[in-house]
C-alpha cells in the first residue's frame, strides 16, 4: 500500500471491479472523457485491460484507490506508458462520483508521483487532460505539473473535437509534500 494524507494505493480487488465497472466505466460521459479509446460496454466478468490488471505488462501498473480511513474504495489510478529507455510514464486518474472535489485528486497524483520517481526511478511524468478539466488541472498543477502545451482538436468526445492539455513534471523540480 502507497500512502497519501488522505488515500491509499493498493492492489486491485475483485470485489472493486463491479463497483468501478458500474461508477466510472459504464457512465458514458465519464469514459469518454477521460480515455483515449471509444467508450463501449464492458461485459461483466470479461478480462478487459481497463479492469482487469494484467501482472504481465510491465508499461502499466493501475492501482485501487481507498480512503486513509476505513479503506473505502473510491476510485482508480494508474502509472502507463512507463518508458525505462527514458524514464517517463504517464498519470491517469478516476474517481467515484461521491468521492470528488475533497483533494483526493490532489492526493492520489502527489502519491503516483512517489511511486514515479522514488520506487521507480523514473525522471519525467506526464498527464493528458481535455483543456476543460479544470478538477485535474489544478490536482496535478498543485503537485508543481506545469503546462507544456495544448494539443488542439487532439480528442474526439461526444460528438466533436476537444483541446487536451499536456502538463509535465521533471523529478529535479518535485517538491514532494508541498502544495502550490
Ligand atoms: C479529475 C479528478 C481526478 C480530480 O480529483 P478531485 O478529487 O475531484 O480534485 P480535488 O478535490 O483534489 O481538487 C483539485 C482542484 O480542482 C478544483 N476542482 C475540484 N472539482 C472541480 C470542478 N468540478 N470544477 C472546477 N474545479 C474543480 C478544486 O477546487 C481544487 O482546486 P483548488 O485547490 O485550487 O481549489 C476527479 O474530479 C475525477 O475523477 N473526475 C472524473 C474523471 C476524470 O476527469 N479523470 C481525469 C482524466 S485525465
Keep these: 500500500m502507497l500512502r497519501g494524507d488522505k488515500v491509499g494505493l493498493r492492489a486491485r480487488h475483485?470485489?472493486?471491479?463491479?463497483?468501478?465497472?458500474?461508477?466510472?466505466?459504464?457512465?458514458?460521459?465519464?469514459?469518454?472523457?477521460?480515455?483515449?479509446?471509444?467508450?463501449?460496454?464492458?461485459?461483466?466478468?470479461?478480462?478487459?485491460?481497463?479492469?482487469v490488471v494484467d501482472d504481465q505488462d510491465q508499461a502499466h501498473v493501475p492501482f485501487s484507490v481507498v480512503e486513509s480511513e476505513g479503506g473505502t474504495l473510491v476510485g482508480t489510478a494508474s502509472l502507463w506508458g512507463i518508458d525505462s529507455h527514458h524514464r517517463s510514464a504517464h498519470i491517469g486518474l478516476g474517481l467515484r462520483p461521491s468521492a470528488r472535489g475533497k483533494g483526493y485528486g490532489?492526493?492520489?497524483?502527489?502519491?503516483?508521483?512517489?511511486?514515479?520517481?522514488?520506487?521507480?526511478?523514473?525522471?519525467?511524468?506526464?498527464?493528458?487532460?481535455?483543456?476543460?478539466?479544470?478538477?485535474?488541472?489544478?490536482?496535478?498543477?498543485?503537485?508543481?505539473?506545469?503546462?507544456?502545451?495544448?494539443?488542439r482538436s487532439s480528442a474526439w468526445v461526444m460528438g466533436e473535437f476537444l483541446d487536451e492539455v499536456l502538463l509535465g513534471l521533471l523529478v529535479q523540480d518535485w517538491k514532494p509534500g508541498a502544495k502550490a
Design 106 to 151: 490532489t492526493d492520489v497524483v502527489a502519491v503516483l508521483c512517489h511511486y514515479g520517481f522514488v520506487v521507480r526511478g523514473l525522471q519525467r511524468l506526464q498527464i493528458e487532460t481535455l483543456a476543460d478539466n479544470n478538477a485535474m488541472l489544478r490536482s496535478a498543477e498543485h503537485n508543481g505539473f506545469v503546462r507544456e502545451g495544448v494539443l
Design 14 to 51: 475483485e470485489d472493486d471491479i463491479p463497483v468501478l465497472l458500474a461508477e466510472l466505466y459504464d457512465d458514458v460521459v465519464n469514459s469518454s472523457r477521460a480515455e483515449s479509446r471509444p467508450w463501449r460496454p464492458i461485459t461483466p466478468g470479461s478480462k478487459d485491460s481497463r479492469l
